[in-house]
């Protein structure tokens, strides 16, 4: 089989998190259930209406643009983009044509284009027999499109940029981003090559609801485009619109795809002409920035020398975040303690959490007096768990539930002695294992003791004692 080159550029839509629709005072509520509520002379287009800019929307895509590192155009302006659909009560949607709001910038390795702002369409509804539903509630929500550069070379890739773009978003508290409930939606396109300098034909697939779907429609693409090129059908290859079909996991030809032609964009004459570096003072509104995921990365791994796997999960539970670093407060200076603290957290307290509604996090003191009991050796680590599994139900001081239940660590080798004879003799087969130089054997008895002393021995003197013993 020969090799082909893959390049994927990605647009993706956003709604933008505003109190009013982008051109009128109709309410952006993603919430509402009922159809047709946040509705107003404008967004249903009634003769005689004029649209009004939403500068909190401008505000947003800025900000979105200077958390990129991108180019915020001085001049700007809003264009008609025609198309008849019901959806769209004008007959045009109000986008951006020439001057985009966003000019260039970078995310996760990969060069955006351009960033605009639009507005969204109703929604229709097809499923009711011979006739169909719209619901005007989301038609004029502001919406922003980013679009990429063609630099993107595999599925997992452009997986990975749409989660970091996601994340970025909800930092930026502009977008609540949710790929299931279609508040951020992933245009694929995607071509193969059998030569790295020329691109080949690109097919657009729309209607991908998750991240783990961009992956697999830009998998199955591929397959599909490689299959052609081997069987000499490549010309079979067009450009088009595909949809993504999640039931049988593959692609399917929609349309042929329209030109920027066939929208007869225009600059919009209701809408007045915005100079951005007036309206707005963007050195204040980078100032007004929060920590960016990327930011947060290089502080946690710089100030805590946590793993990044960690990191990971804090870049995306903000909660978790916050309370790390509350624990971590507590503690002082320690990176060994600051390690204890994340781990008991994303591995142990997760997993608690996932098998009981119940488990809640336990205060910061109570959470830091249990770390420090372990990285000072006061109790084994089985003890450090046991002892999260019973604040996270009820949050009490670990010192107190150490010394209830006897759970600190002895250096006294005599109750060790003990229970290691007792386990010498009942376990020949084991000891046998051992003098045949078996590694195993060892860590058998040791955690044997570990539990019947409830985690109060310290393993290291168990090993001490068993050597002993057994040799
Ligand atoms: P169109 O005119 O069809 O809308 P654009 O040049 O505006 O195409 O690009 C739309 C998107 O397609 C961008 O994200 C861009 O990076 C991507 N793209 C362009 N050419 C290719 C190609 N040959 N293969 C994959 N993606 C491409
Ligand atoms: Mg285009």
Not at 373 to 400: Q, W, Y
Request: glycine share 6%.
């Amino acid at each position: 089989m020969n090799t082909y080159y893959t390049t994927i550029g990605l647009e993706i839509h956003a709604e933008l998190k505003t109190k009013t629709k982008m051109f009128s005072s109709a309410l952006n509520n993603p919430d509402e259930e009922n159809p047709n509520v946040n509705i107003d002379p404008v967004s249903l287009a009634h003769p005689g209406t004029l649209p009004t800019i939403n500068k909190q929307a401008v505000e947003h895509v800025i900000k979105v643009g200077l958390a990129l590192n991108g180019d915020i155009a001085n001049f700007t302006e809003f264009d008609r983009k025609n198309y008849f659909y019901p959806d769209i009560p004008k007959g045009y949607q109000i986008s951006q044509y020439k001057y985009p709001i966003v000019s260039g910038g970078h995310l996760a390795g990969v060069d955006i284009t351009r960033v605009h702002l639009e507005e969204d369409t109703g929604t229709s509804k097809h499923d009711r027999g011979d006739f169909s539903l719209v619901d005007y509630n989301r038609a004029g929500v502001p919406l922003m499109e980013l679009v990429t550069e063609p630099c993107i070379h595999t599925p997992e890739d452009a997986g990975k940029f749409g989660r970091e773009l996601q994340t970025l978003l909800q930092y930026l508290e502009v977008s609540d981003a949710n790929m299931e409930k279609g508040e951020m939606r992933v245009e694929l396109n995607i071509s193969i090559s059998p030569s790295k300098e020329k691109f080949g034909t690109k097919v657009e697939v729309k209607n991908i609801n998750s991240f783990r779907a961009v992956e697999r429609a830009a998998k199955y693409e591929i397959a599909r485009m490689t299959d052609l090129y081997e069987a000499g059908r490549e010309n079979e290859i067009v450009q088009e619109t595909r949809g993504w079909d999640e039931t049988k996991q593959s692609t399917f030809s929609q349309r042929s795809k329209e030109n920027s032609e066939d929208y007869r964009y225009f600059p919009d004459p209701d809408l007045p002409k915005m100079y951005l570096h007036e309206m707005f003072d963007l050195n204040k509104i980078k100032e007004s920035l929060p920590e960016l995921p990327e930011q947060k990365r290089v502080r946690f791994a710089n100030d805590f020398g946590i793993k990044a796997e960690d990191i990971e999960v804090y870049i995306n539970d903000k909660i978790l975040a916050d309370y790390f670093e509350g624990v971590v407060s507590k503690i002082g200076e320690n990176k060994e303690s600051y390690k204890t603290v994340s781990n008991l957290i994303t591995s142990d307290f997760i997993g608690l959490k996932k098998g009981n509604e119940d488990v809640k996090l336990p205060s910061l003191e109570n959470f830091a007096e249990l770390a420090s009991l372990f990285t000072e050796g006061k109790i084994s680590s089985r003890a450090a768990k046991d002892i999260l599994g019973m604040i996270v139900l009820n949050d009490e001081s670990p010192v107190s539930i150490a010394e209830k239940n006897r759970m600190f660590q002895s250096n006294d080798t005599g109750p060790i002695e003990e229970i290691a004879k007792k386990l010498i003799e009942e376990n020949g087969s084991v000891v046998e294992d051992y003098k045949n130089g078996k590694e195993n054997a060892l860590m058998f008895f040791v955690g044997r003791i570990m539990k019947e002393s409830k985690g109060s021995a310290n393993p290291s003197i168990v090993k001490e004692v068993l050597i002993k013993l057994l040799s």
